[in-house]
T-cell receptor, first 113, second 115 residues
Framework: QKEVEQNSGPLSVPEGAIASLNCTYS??????FFWYRQYSGKSPELIMF????GDKEDGRFTAQLNKASQYVSLLIRDSQPSDSATYLC?????????????FGGGTRVLVKP | DGGITQSPKYLFRKEGQNVTLSCEQN?????MYWYRQDPGQGLRLIYY???????QKGDIAEGYSVSREKKESFPLTVTSAQKNPTAFYLC??????????????FGPGTRLTVT
């Protein structure tokens, strides 16, 4: 079992709709959870992070964390063609020395006009 | 402007040659990291450093070496021992410590091709 798992996609979403991305993790003691966006050929850029159960909203993005079920999700509201990218989930485990992050393989999102 | 720079953007080398990738940050971050990304894959940690003159192996350190002589700089050498060095190399930095999120910020990356 991979430590951090994401559906590779592509997740095809009509413009204006909600994109829902999921990420599951195996380390039950994980502390912090991050979502990065990566455009093709570019480096990852941080969208948001969450470390408490529940929802955290930032503009059109909402991160949702459920530690009991060991998943974290990202919702993108009013999806735009510019949201087409790969979204990486990263997790910091309880045993993570040096603030190490473990990354999932990413979910590719395609927003169709 | 604060940020992380990596050079060069593209690098081509012949098999059997060592090559050094540069990473510099002016964010005053204590921690720095090197990742490797292969096409269609996530990021895998090569080495990380939490403080000057100290660094630790990540998940795929074989065939790589690093140094951390200055807080701002964390160069990565890809040696001839690395069996499949062609990849996209990403440098990141963060604050260090415990009890915080300590999110990592990435440089623009270096795309290395070895033939």
């Amino acid at each position: 079992q991979k430590e951090v798992e994401q559906n590779s996609g592509p997740l095809s979403v009509p413009e204006g709709a909600i994109a829902s991305l999921n990420c599951t993790y195996s380390d039950r003691g994980s502390q912090s959870f991050f979502w990065y966006r990566q455009y093709s050929g570019k480096s990852p850029e941080l969208i948001m992070f969450i470390y408490s159960n529940g929802d955290k909203e930032d503009g059109r993005f909402t991160a949702q964390l459920n530690k009991a079920s060991q998943y974290v999700s990202l919702l993108i509201r009013d999806s735009q063609p510019s949201d087409s990218a790969t979204y990486l989930c990263a997790v910091r485990g309880i045993k993570a020395a040096g603030n190490k992050l473990t990354f999932g393989g990413g979910t590719r999102v395609l927003v169709k006009p | 402007d604060g940020g992380i720079t990596q050079s060069p953007k593209y690098l081509f080398r012949k098999e059997g040659q060592n090559v050094t990738l540069s990473c510099e940050q002016n964010l005053n971050h204590d921690a720095m990291y090197w990742y490797r990304q292969d096409p269609g894959q996530g990021l895998r940690l090569i080495y990380y450093s939490q403080i000057v003159n100290d660094f630790q192996k990540g998940d795929i350190a074989e065939g790589y070496s690093v140094s951390r002589e200055k807080k701002e700089s964390f160069p990565l050498t890809v040696t001839s021992a690395q069996k499949n060095p062609t990849a996209f190399y990403l440098c990141a930095s963060s604050e260090a410590g415990t009890g915080g999120a300590y999110e990592q910020y990435f440089g623009p990356g270096t795309r290395l091709t070895v033939t």
